[in-house]
């Protein structure tokens, strides 16, 4: 492997904000000042946008104060974006990185990120233009390939889990349905996350409902009555992306103007189709009076002051891996390795090659989804509860009923 060139460096943010990408962009900025082969390092703002436009923010010029505050600000600092280049924009791109000896990219984003940061090390090749070009992992809907858990989605994890246990309380207080649609197109570990915060046997979400397992209408309803049945309540989580019986998105099927961004995805999060749906089709199953649903929508990404300080910490080391691996590597994405769980919980970040994480995700392992495809298991309690880094208790002294077996 040839030596690392001195040259510039540029860093974008893309996609989708999260609360810590900011952290995972103070790694980039405090190993770059390390390394005497990167002599500038650009903050592209909106991304790729900015490279084309050639708008930038001189990184190295931030005080460490600065830093601090910025790695726990959440949201994308430089701002983010979704645009997708095509081969005239790539090479628009190219012509900045010429201009000015642009020769290490970091990227933090999720899949379609990685895929961006894979096309621009391809065409590097194809031009014989020496490139060092890195993804660096983030996705609260923790759907990348190779690494065990995403940045990101331990902080929306902990939000999950603690709205869930306010939402809980509050119908305990005030019984009724309440039905919560979470983020999660193809994935369903944040609604899965829902279910973390749990302490008594009646707690809910008492029904989780994922991507991964289609339901029908009809033992969606069921399900809720049979809960509340047994506790004149039920808290139930929903995925955006379920699925109905014959596995078309039931998102899709009420959208009446479908939006459809860059990637080609359908939108489903930012209106309340879905959970409208629900409220009034449970309404007219058992024709309870408090029947209440929210969609969650934007606000799992960028909940202020709610950092898990584990995933800040992993997004922080991430960023500075892929730095330390442009040193010896031409290209590359940063995954987290687990080596253990519970108390014995602790990672390793290893390299693993852009073509592997570019595009595709993955959805939740079986063996996260209890058997009736409304719940998650205890295997995915032990995998995703060290990623927030601890919740809080709560207590209740009001009546208190076993929900027995019907989950």
Not at 281 to 295: P, V
Not at 337 to 355: F, H
Not at 386 to 404: A, I, M, S, V
């Amino acid at each position: 492997m040839a030596s690392a060139p001195k040259a510039n460096a540029v860093v974008g943010q893309a996609g989708g904000p999260t609360a810590v990408i900011n952290a995972s962009l103070v790694g980039v900025v405090e190993e770059v000042c390390k390394h005497g082969e990167i002599e500038n390092l650009y903050g592209a703002v909106h991304a790729v946008r900015g490279i084309v436009n050639e708008d930038f923010v001189d990184l190295k010029k931030l005080s460490v104060e600065v830093l601090e505050e910025i790695a726990n600000s959440s949201s994308a600092t430089l701002g983010s974006s979704r645009d997708r280049p095509d081969k005239e924009y790539c090479e628009r791109i190219f012509d900045v990185f010429k201009k000015r000896n642009i020769r290490y990219f970091f990227y933090i984003g999720g899949n379609d990120s990685a895929h961006t940061a894979h096309i621009i090390n391809l065409m590097a090749a194809d031009v014989g233009y020496e490139m060092r070009t890195f993804h660096i992992p983030k996705t609260i809907d923790n759907d990348l390939l190779v690494t065990a858990h995403c940045p990101g989605y331990g902080t929306a994890a902990k939000f999950v889990a603690c709205a869930l246990m306010g939402d809980d309380l509050d119908n305990r207080a005030l019984p009724g349905v309440k039905v919560d649609v979470l983020m999660g197109r193809h994935a369903g570990f944040l609604a899965g996350a829902s279910a973390l915060g749990r302490q008594r046997e009646d707690d809910g979400p008492h029904l989780v409902y994922l991507p991964e397992r289609n339901v029908s209408l009809d033992k969606f309803l069921g399900d809720i009555e049979d809960v509340y049945r047994i506790l004149g309540r039920c808290v139930v989580a929903v995925s955006e992306g379920i699925c109905d019986s014959d596995g078309v998105v039931w998102a899709e099927k009420l959208a009446k103007e479908r939006e459809i961004d860059s990637h080609g995805n359908i939108q489903l999060s930012g209106t309340g189709g879905l959970a409208d749906f629900l409220a009034a089709q449970i309404k007219g199953r058992l024709g309870a009076k408090r029947i209440r649903a929210d969609t969650f929508g934007y606000l799992q990404r960028s909940f202020a002051g709610f950092q898990s300080a584990v995933d800040a910490d992993e997004a922080r080391r991430c960023g500075r891996e892929a730095v330390k691996s442009s040193m010896t590597e031409q290209n590359g994405s940063i995954a987290i390795k687990r080596l253990g769980d519970g108390d014995d919980y602790a990672v390793e970040l290893v390299r693993t090659e852009l073509r592997n994480v570019a595009e595709r995700t993955k959805p939740m392992p079986d063996e996260f989804i209890n058997p009736s495809g409304n719940g998650v298991t205890q295997a995915f309690v032990r995998y995703a509860m060290p990623l927030t880094g601890g919740l809080p208790k709560t207590y209740f002294l009001g009546n208190h009923r076993k929900l027995q077996a019907v989950t």
